[in-house]
C-alpha cells in the first residue's frame, strides 16, 4: 500500500501560477487568495506530488511522509 503524503506550501513565496496543481491535480488547490494549498494528496501519486514539488518556481513546496513525519522534498 502507498504511505500517506503530506503536502504544504509556504504562502510567503508561493506565487499562485498553478503549476503544481496542473501537474498534481488532486493534490494541490488555490485558495480564494490565489495561493496553492492542500486538497487531497491521497488522490494523487506520491510520484505526482514530487514531481509537482520539484517543479514549484520558487520551491514553496514541502513533502512529508504523514505517518513517520520524514521529509521527502526538499
Ligand atoms: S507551483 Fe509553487 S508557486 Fe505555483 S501555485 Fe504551486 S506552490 Fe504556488
Redesign the pocket.
Known sequence: MARKISVS?DHDI????????TIATKA?ELNEER??VSANPDGDTEELILEAAE????A??TVTDADSGEQLFP
Open positions: 506550501v508561493c506565487v499562485g501560477n498553478a503549476m503544481c496543481i494541490f495561493q496553492a517543479n514549484c518556481p520558487v514553496a513546496i
